[in-house]
T-cell receptor, first 115, second 112 residues
Framework: KAGVTQTPRYLIKTRGQQVTLSCSPI?????VSWYQQTPGQGLQFLFE???????NKGNFPGRFSGRQFSNSRSEMNVSTLELGDSALYLC??????????????FGPGTRLTVL | GNSVTQMEGPVTLSEEAFLTINCTYT??????LFWYVQYPGEGLQLLLK?????DKGSNKGFEATYRKETTSFHLEKGSVQVSDSAVYFC???????????FGQGTRLTINP
């Protein structure tokens, strides 16, 4: 079974631009979560989507948004990029069964650098 | 809110040494607990998990026991190898939720 894939793997943008990152979950997984990893703040939860609906959201500004498509693929968008948005963005997928312990499988991440 | 505190690194050991990485948590209710490992340039891989008090998770020689009385989930391995060099993250999720709350990570280096 193919793992979680993320594209692109590396991205360089300048301040003020916007960026879209893509995540394809493991086949059959309906939940996709996004995390930001930085040296200073560590791993922080951005949001989770399940069946095209945002089910949970972390404490990030509205510049960070996401969506999920009917095939469970997900995208996250960051508008008006700031230097502090430079990070590794990780996507994780799971079955997403409500009330259960769902193992999350992570992709390799997209390394975003904002200049 | 929920939080996880990990032993600060970096940790450097010799091959075949005994490893302990401490992890304590604060959470309401009965969270599930996890250890993830991140190798250079890669995403996170689930190493082991425990979903209720006194559960012991184990994988690849690593073990951790869910201790509710001390709110801890310490990672141990009896004899480490160079290939165990990586960053280790302790994490929790509230019952039924997908959101993972991570500790700050512990960088482990094993010297031959």
């Amino acid at each position: 079974k193919a793992g979680v894939t993320q594209t692109p793997r590396y991205l360089i943008k300048t301040r003020g631009q916007q960026v879209t990152l893509s995540c394809s979950p493991i086949s059959g997984h309906r939940s996709v979560s996004w995390y930001q990893q930085t040296p200073g703040q560590g791993l922080q939860f951005l949001f989770e989507y399940f069946s095209e609906t945002q089910r949970n959201k972390g404490n990030f500004p509205g510049r960070f948004s996401g969506r999920q498509f009917s095939n469970s693929r997900s995208e996250m968008n960051v508008s008006t990029l700031e230097l502090g948005d430079s990070a590794l963005y990780l996507c994780a997928s799971s079955l997403g069964v409500a009330g259960g312990v769902n193992e999350q499988f992570f992709g390799p991440g997209t390394r975003l650098t904002v200049l | 809110g929920n939080s996880v505190t990990q032993m600060e690194g970096p940790v450097t050991l010799s091959e075949e040494a005994f490893l302990t990485i401490n992890c304590t948590y604060t959470a309401t209710g009965y969270p599930s607990l996890f250890w993830y490992v991140q190798y250079p340039g890669e995403g996170l891989q689930l190493l082991l998990k425990a979903t209720k008090a006194d559960d012991k998770g184990s994988n690849k020689g690593f073990e951790a026991t869910y201790r509710k009385e001390t709110t801890s989930f310490h990672l141990e391995k009896g004899s480490v190898q160079v290939s165990d060099s990586a960053v280790y993250f302790c994490a929790l999720s509230a019952h039924g939720a997908q959101k993972l709350v991570f500790g700050q990570g512990t960088r482990l280096t094993i010297n031959p």
